[in-house]
């Protein structure tokens, strides 16, 4: 039985009023009893006498596990905080002139954070005598836009302030959906697949 002495519900001998509505660990109704009653049952049964509906006339109490009942409502705001994702800003830098291996690397990381709803900026920057050739940065963010518009949709187009390029992609919610519905599918066929292929495998002769 919990001693609990401060909390967000009176538990136990935090319960000051003469009388209570009293509900039993099974959920029956037991009626209006008299405090000192109510903490008896409680007591006889191992159990927590809790204020539930404090501003009901007189207060609604329930018998329970305490220390159960705490840990259940931890553990279901935990999950509530873990849905609720905070969109955050990611930033990803290009040089004009990347290489192959670089950009691919580069992208994986750029959908990793489009398909954690997170808002990407990338940025091209121009080094030295680069700038006088500013349809590279424009190739660059046209073929990051088209590889990356299966899960995202363009936020803030390319525009070049200085000797830096800058492009805001966002999350788009209806494509990624669709993406994770085909990548579950496809998962799904190479399983098959795999497995027929034991199954071929399995029943040859030897």
């Known amino acids: 039985m919990s001693q609990q002495q ?25 009626g209006v009893l008299p405090t000192s009653q109510a903490l008896n049952l409680a007591h006889e049964k191992g159990l927590d006498l809790v204020e539930v509906q404090p501003n009901s006339r007189p207060p609604v109490c329930r018998i329970m596990d305490y220390g159960k009942f705490k840990y259940e409502k931890t553990k279901k705001a935990r999950a509530v905080r873990k849905k609720q994702h905070t969109q955050e800003m990611k930033e990803m830098r290009f040089s004009a002139k990347i290489s ?46 088209i590889d990356l518009d299966d899960i995202s949709r363009v936020e803030q187009s390319s525009k070049l302030e200085g000797k830096q390029m800058t492009m805001m992609l ?30 071929e495998v399995g029943g040859e002769e030897v």
């Open 6 to 30: 401060s909390t967000s519900e009176r538990v136990n001998d935090q319960i000051r009023v003469s009388q209570v509505r009293v509900v039993d660990d099974e959920g029956k109704f037991l």
């Open 100 to 145: 192959d291996h670089d950009y691919g690397y580069k992208l994986k990381h750029i959908r990793d954070f489009l398909l954690n709803k997170d808002r990407v900026k990338i940025a091209i920057r121009f080094r030295g005598r680069e700038i006088t050739h500013v349809e590279m940065g424009d190739e660059l963010m046209e073929r990051l836009r």
């Open 170 to 199: 966002a999350p788009d919610s209806k494509k990624i959906a669709v993406y994770l519905a085909k990548q579950k599918k496809k998962a799904g066929e190479q399983d098959e697949n795999a497995e027929n292929k034991d199954q």
